[in-house]
Every structure is written in C-alpha cells, then in structure tokens.
C-alpha cells in the first residue's frame, strides 16, 4: 500500500533523511508520501520538531498492525484513521510538579467527565524535556521556559516571585530590605540541571538585577524546596500563586516586594497546530477556559470531598 513502507522505515529509524537512505529515495520523496499517508488517514503520524521525529498515538497503533504482516495493513490505517475526527485516548502531559494541584483543582473532574473516551497522564518533573523524543503530547511549563520551535498557549495570568521564609528565621537574622542583603542570609535553591541555580533576578529602578545567593540546601522539587522553607532551613524564591495558602495563614512571610520579578504564567506547548490531534485540542480549549482567571490560595488546597 502505498507510503506504508516508507511509514515503517521513518518509524524504525525516527527519522526521515535515514528512511530515504536506506530506501534510496530522496527525502522530499518520504516526506511526500508520508504526508498523502496522513491525509488519506486524517490524522498525523509523527510528531516533528527540529531536535527528533517520535510517533503520535495513531502511528503507533498503525506500527503495531504494520509490521507483523502486509495483510494487517488495511486493519492498521483504518485503527489509526479513527484518532483523526474522535476525542478519545492517552494523552500525556508533562508538568512542573508544584503545578499539578492547580491543574487538577482547576480541570478535574469535569474534564474527564465532558470526555469519558480520554485517559489523561499527568507527569510531573521540573527539569527541562524534549516533549516529543519522551512521548509526551504537551507540556506545561512558565511562559518564558517553553521552547521557540513549538507553539504556546498561554494559561494563566502573569504574577510576581517573591522571596520567603518563616516569621522565626526573619525574627532571628532581620529582613532583607535590598537584593544585595541575601548575601548575608541562608537561602534553598532549586536546581533542575546541572547548571545550578545559585543567582536570583529582581528588578531595582525598571532594571533588572541578578544577584548571587548561597546556601546549606539544593534541591530539584519546588514542593521540598517549600517544605524547608517552611522547616526554617532558609528563604527561597518562587512564584507567589505556589505559597498562597501559607501567606495566607502566616506560616511564611515575604521579603523584597519591591523588587520582584513579574514572569509570565504558565503556558501550555506542543509541536504544531497542525499536530494537535483532537484530544490535544479539546484539552487546550477546556483548559484556557479554566485557567485564565487569577490563582487562589484555594487552587493549592486539597478538595473537599462533595
């Protein structure tokens, strides 16, 4: 059939100029005929970016009719055709850790209830992913971590870092009125890459400033870095809407108002429009209705059980 064999060489060697090597065509020739595939399909096969080629949901289920035999093919497309006009199957999202109970406060059940046919992967991990070589549909990440080759949608509204820490560290070493002063105070820092993350931004005069911050502690999960805070081990710096309940009840204070940075919230990101499968598009449209109107102490709180 035609472009099926081009399909599986494309799959088996995640990528295209290596299909047409070894199938000795040019790679404007798979290209072509992996996109008459998807039309007579209608649904997208790959996920592409600059960095990998990985497999959509619907290509993995036609990979798995293809390759036994050339009699299952006609089975395989007509299985993975069914992905290109219904709402239905996995669909992975990856997230920063300390997101997930806005996410879930915020989108279910009602999500999962408006499409019974869909099976949402909530992943949460704060270091830096190649969305589409790792599986994953979509990820969410803050406005100005998403990368440039993908396309963005914006969720929530932008807010403020603040720096925090515990009435009794702040009683016992006084408060820092200027960037300048954590140089004397023990901070938590949250590293997600080797790279580290020992520099802090603020903003002094419209301008912004980087400052050098030290301390006993690192760690890689925002939520830990919020529990030694809270222990008193030292100040940490964050988005404010991921302490709320804890400002709310006094059990963490904030230093440095003036000078915090405004960021952008967080941005939902996948490959392309023309990509989104429609699980992908029905979660976007659910989730910009949702999330767009300002965080709460409450979206950070266990749900009361109706």
Same mark, same amino acid.
């Given at each position: 059939?035609?472009?099926?064999?081009?399909?599986?060489?494309?799959?088996?060697?995640?990528? *295209?100029?290596?299909?047409?090597?070894?199938?000795?065509?040019?790679?404007?020739?798979?290209?072509?005929?992996?996109?008459?595939?998807?039309?007579?399909?209608?649904?997208? /096969? *790959?996920?592409?970016?600059?960095?990998?080629?990985?497999?959509?949901?619907?290509?993995?289920?036609?990979?798995?009719?293809?390759?036994?035999?050339?009699?299952?093919?006609?089975?395989?497309?007509? $299985?993975?055709?069914?992905?290109? %006009?219904? &709402?239905?199957?996995?669909?992975?999202?990856?997230?920063?850790?300390?997101?997930?109970?806005?996410?879930?406060?915020?989108? /279910?059940?009602?999500?999962?209830?408006?499409?019974?046919?869909?099976?949402?992967?909530?992943?949460?991990?704060?270091?830096?992913?190649?969305?589409?070589?790792?599986?994953?549909?979509?990820?969410?990440?803050?406005?100005?971590? &998403?990368?440039?080759?993908?396309?963005? +949608?914006?969720?929530?509204?932008?807010?403020?870092?603040? +720096?925090?820490?515990?009435?009794?560290?702040?009683?016992?070493?006084?408060?820092?009125?200027?960037?300048?002063?954590?140089?004397?105070?023990?901070?938590?820092?949250?590293?997600?890459?080797?790279?580290?993350?020992?520099?802090?931004?603020?903003? &002094?005069?419209?301008?912004?400033?980087?400052?050098?911050?030290?301390?006993?502690?690192?760690?890689? %999960?925002?939520?830990?870095?919020?529990?030694?805070?809270?222990?008193?081990?030292?100040?940490?710096?964050?988005?404010?809407?991921?302490?709320?309940?804890?400002?709310?009840?006094?059990?963490?204070?904030?230093?440095?108002?003036?000078?915090?940075?405004?960021?952008?919230?967080?941005?939902? #990101?996948?490959?392309?429009?023309?990509?989104? /499968?429609?699980?992908?598009?029905? *979660?976007?449209?659910? $989730? &910009?209705?949702?999330?767009?109107?300002?965080?709460?102490?409450?979206? #950070?709180?266990?749900?009361?059980?109706?």
């Amino acid at each position: 059939m035609d472009g099926v064999v081009m399909f599986l060489a494309v799959a088996e060697l995640r990528g *295209f100029r290596a299909a047409a090597a070894r199938l000795g065509v040019t790679p404007s020739a798979v290209s072509q005929a992996i996109r008459n595939l998807e039309a007579r399909i209608g649904s997208p /096969l *790959f996920v592409r970016t600059t960095r990998s080629v990985n497999l959509t949901e619907a290509g993995e289920r036609l990979l798995a009719h293809a390759r036994p035999a050339a009699e299952m093919l006609s089975t395989g497309i007509d $299985a993975a055709g069914g992905f290109g %006009d219904e &709402v239905r199957g996995k669909l992975r999202i990856n997230a920063p850790r300390a997101a997930l109970p806005l996410l879930i406060n915020r989108l /279910l059940p009602d999500f999962l209830a408006a499409h019974p046919q869909i099976q949402l992967e909530l992943i949460g991990e704060d270091r830096p992913i190649d969305i589409v070589a790792e599986g994953y549909d979509a990820g969410i990440r803050l406005g100005d971590f &998403v990368e440039m080759d993908m396309v963005s +949608v914006r969720l929530t509204p932008a807010e403020r870092f603040v +720096v925090v820490g515990t009435p009794d560290v702040f009683k016992a070493q006084g408060r820092p009125v200027r960037p300048e002063d954590l140089h004397g105070f023990r901070c938590i820092l949250h590293r997600t890459d080797a790279s580290g993350a020992d520099h802090w931004r603020f903003v &002094v005069r419209g301008r912004p400033v980087t400052v050098a911050v030290t301390g006993p502690l690192v760690i890689n %999960d925002v939520d830990l870095c919020i529990r030694a805070a809270l222990r008193g081990v030292g100040l940490f710096r964050l988005p404010r809407s991921l302490v709320m309940p804890y400002l709310d009840n006094g059990t963490l204070e904030t230093a440095l108002d003036a000078f915090g940075e405004d960021v952008p919230g967080l941005s939902l #990101y996948h490959p392309s429009r023309s990509q989104a /499968l429609p699980k992908l598009r029905a *979660f976007i449209e659910f $989730a &910009v209705m949702r999330m767009r109107h300002p965080v709460s102490a409450a979206d #950070y709180l266990p749900m009361a059980a109706d």
